[in-house]
């Protein structure tokens, strides 16, 4: 086989690369390992950026978003009863989009079908090839052997990928922070609890009230990492969750049974460079951000912008220049990211032997952003997304 930009892994990444190069007449492979059905159960975070939601647009797969996606001026935050509003709009004149990356997946899954887009999945044995000269892919699919010969590949295989390890050792740069906690989340289908999301700080742990639609809810709590889903009842989560909450939110709260149960570590990884020779890493396959502030698609869709416009100036203008700073272009955004969700992270949690000074210091920024619309427009600037 024979394409132009060969692209590993069909999560969210790979496939808005894929539309898009696509739709700029630039010829696309997607090597995905799992179904396609698989893919798509998996839940993750639901809040896009404006640039997000523009780049959606412009790949064609924005009407279902825009349709029946909840557009949010501002959040809240809270510590114990004490809640602070942040509306974006006022502070940095943008707003955010609630619409869940499961759907997100699913729109680009039937574009790319539309189009006629080459997206194979159930792939195995992916390895890459001579990546600083002639690049090709192998790997085996319906139990044939395959070589994919291209002119570039692009690494969206996620974190557990192959892409990443197969940029050598001598080069490469790990950041890594592992955080001591998890997130236990569930989704039921009861009216969330508020129109906006709620980030709550207690001394029990973190919460997030968050939404899908206004028949199905989001809702997470901290935990250890030592705990397990099946040591969560419904029962004793909702109740956790109402402790959790400031007691007038709590009061409104509609519990209900839970359809999706699941605990995730959190974890800030970053790997430099994100390119080596003519493989260009985008989304987790290139880092890692903790779920506070929702940023992990948004990262992943802002490596996909740097990326395709490169990729049409050097097929369109025979410019390569963008494709040579594609890597310093998209860490200094993907940096900025992770300060913004490290930072709303560490603001937020209750950490194993945190000192009453660092407590207090969590409730001193809380009441910063209460007293100052600097403090506001900051976290703004932060949660709408900088621009590219
Ligand atoms: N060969 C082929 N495909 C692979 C391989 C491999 N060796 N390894 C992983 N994949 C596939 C996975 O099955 C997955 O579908 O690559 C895809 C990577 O998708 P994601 O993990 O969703 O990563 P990405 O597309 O970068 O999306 C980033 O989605 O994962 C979330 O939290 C993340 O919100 C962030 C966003
Ligand atoms: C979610 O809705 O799943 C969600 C929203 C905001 C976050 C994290 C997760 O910061």
Redesign the pocket.
């Known amino acids: 086989m024979k394409t132009q930009v060969a692209i590993?892994?069909?999560?969210?990444?790979?496939l808005l690369l894929s539309q898009l190069l696509n739709r700029a007449g630039i010829a696309t492979v997607v090597?995905?390992?799992?179904s396609r059905a698989y893919?798509l159960s998996?839940i993750?975070?639901g809040v896009l950026e404006w640039g997000t939601v523009e780049m959606l647009r412009e790949a064609g797969v924005g009407a279902r978003m825009d349709r029946e996606g909840l557009v949010h001026d501002g959040c809240w935050l809270s510590r114990g009863d004490a809640m602070v509003r942040v509306d974006f709009k006022e502070a940095c004149g943008r707003q955010v989009m609630v619409y869940g990356?499961t759907e997100v997946t699913h729109d680009l899954y039937d574009a790319q079908e539309a189009i006629g887009a080459v997206v194979l999945h159930g792939?195995e044995d992916?390895a890459l090839h001579d990546l600083t000269g002639a690049a090709y892919v192998t790997f085996t699919h319906e139990g044939q052997a395959v070589r994919l010969d291209c002119d570039y590949v692009a690494g969206?295989?996620?974190?557990?990928?192959?892409s990443r390890g197969s940029i050598p050792p001598e080069v490469r740069r790990e950041f890594e922070k592992v955080y001591p906690f998890g997130w236990l989340g569930v989704l039921s289908e009861t009216p969330p609890v508020d129109h906006e999301l709620i980030y709550a700080s207690h001394e029990r742990g973190f919460a997030l009230a968050s939404m899908r639609n206004p028949m199905l809810s989001r809702y997470y709590v901290q935990v250890p990492l030592t705990d397990r889903v099946e040591d969560w009842s419904d029962a004793a989560f909702w109740a956790e969750l109402k402790l959790r909450l400031p007691s007038a939110v709590a009061a409104q709260l509609v519990t209900g049974p839970t359809i999706e149960k699941s605990i995730a570590p959190l974890r800030s990884f970053v790997s430099e460079p994100m390119r080596w020779g003519r493989l260009f890493l985008?989304?987790?396959?290139a880092h890692i951000v903790p779920p506070t502030g929702a940023k992990?698609?948004n990262l992943?869709a802002s490596d996909v912008h740097y990326l395709s416009e490169a990729f049409k100036r050097a097929y369109g203008k025979g410019n390569t220049g963008g494709l040579e700073s594609y890597s310093a272009d998209a860490l200094a955004r993907v940096w900025q990211a992770m300060r913004f969700s490290w930072s709303l992270t560490m603001m937020m949690h209750r950490f194993p032997e945190q000192s009453d000074y660092e407590r207090r210091m969590q409730e001193t920024e809380l009441a910063l952003l209460e007293r100052s619309a600097t403090a506001r427009r900051l976290m703004a600037e932060g949660y709408t997304g900088l621009p590219f």
């Not at 590993?8 to 790979?14: D, M, N, V």
């Not at 090597?31 to 799992?34: A, D, I, Q, V, W």
């Not at 985008?282 to 396959?285: E, K, P, R």
């Open positions: 590993i892994g069909g999560g969210p990444a790979g090597l995905e390992r799992r893919v998996r993750r975070a990356q792939v992916v969206c295989d996620g974190f557990h990928g192959v985008c989304g987790d396959a992990g698609l992943a």
